[in-house]
């Protein structure tokens, strides 16, 4: 899941940044509301954490702008000032949610889970296909009840194609949301990664669940 912060504080911006790395999601920061927006309106983010006081454009205003477009990302507002008025603006200009700076980094983390599993209608934090399972609050991933050790980018690659399960990812879809700004397109990396993922995850066992769909991408399924 990729997730971009706009956030001009640079300490809290990588203090965020470092927090949703370790809990292995793909992260873009923007110090700016100009190269904020920019960004949210050329990726496809699952999340945009944004704070409202920005140089350049404000976190209101890259809200607004964003629903105009049709761009339905969930928006985690971070205001600083714990003022009733900012909140009922930024709930008004599109945003899904708020937290008050300061703010307890489990909080933050549960609020992200919350509206990146209300887009992608998933009602609870335990993944799971077949018998295959993964949890989101533990990072833990099991095959048949066995443990199964990920990086953090096999990880992320696996969350995401659970949480499209029975759908046909494509090699596109997932650079943009396991990868962050740094991709190289015409690397083979996908192609590797999942290599990984099915040498850990299928090699083994008699029912395959990740499948190549030729020339496209791959899908995750039970059969
Ligand atoms: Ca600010």
Redesign the pocket.
Known sequence: MRILVI???KKIASFIKRGLKENNYTVDVAFDGDKGLFLAEINPYDLIVL?I??PGKDGLFICRELRKKNIGVPILILT?RDDLEDKISGLDSGADDYLTKPFAFGEFLARVRALIRRKADVKTTRLKVADLELDQLTHRVRRAGREIELTRTEYALLEYMMLNANEVVTRTMISEHVWNEDFDSFSNVINVYVNYLRKKIDSGFEKKLIHSIRGTGYILREE
């Open positions: 956030e001009d504080e704070d006081m920005l600083a």
